[in-house]
Nanobody, 126 residues
Framework: QVELVDSGGGLVRPGGSLRLSCVAS????????MSWVRQAPGKGIEWVSD????????DYADSVKGRFIISRDNAKNTVYLQMNKLKPEDTAVYYC???????????????????WGQGTQVTVSP
């Protein structure tokens, strides 16, 4: 079955960096787009970034564009999120997800994401 295991979160000061990792198993990883989403305390999910199966096409939410970089290593079945210049408003639980390839609605709809990692907490605080 599909399994996604997130790691790499932690406590970091504003302006700092973290790299999240997500190891996937149970499916042909290189054939699927992958996404990162996040959920801040008391808020709904926020789409953060997408990467296609090849790794050549990426997309970012305006809130993270220019600071975060999504990448993948298909040989290791792993997707990464390099987060730079972190801000307190980046504080959230970050989830690796495998989006439904047939979904055509809003990227912040939960139904776009049938498969989730367990989440990793990122806290940005002085």
């Amino acid at each position: 079955q599909v399994e996604l295991v997130d790691s790499g979160g932690g406590l970091v000061r504003p302006g700092g960096s973290l790299r999240l990792s997500c190891v996937a198993s149970g499916f042909a990883f290189g054939f699927y787009d992958m996404s990162w989403v996040r959920q801040a305390p008391g808020k709904g999910i926020e789409w953060v970034s997408d990467i296609d199966g090849s790794g050549y096409s990426t997309d970012y939410a305006d809130s993270v564009k220019g600071r975060f970089i999504i990448s993948r290593d298909n040989a290791k079945n792993t997707v990464y999120l390099q987060m730079n210049k972190l801000k307190p408003e980046d504080t959230a639980v970050y989830y690796c997800t495998r989006p439904d390839p047939t979904f055509s609605g809003n990227r912040e709809q939960l139904s776009r994401y049938p498969y989730w990692g367990q989440g990793t907490q990122v806290t940005v605080s002085p």
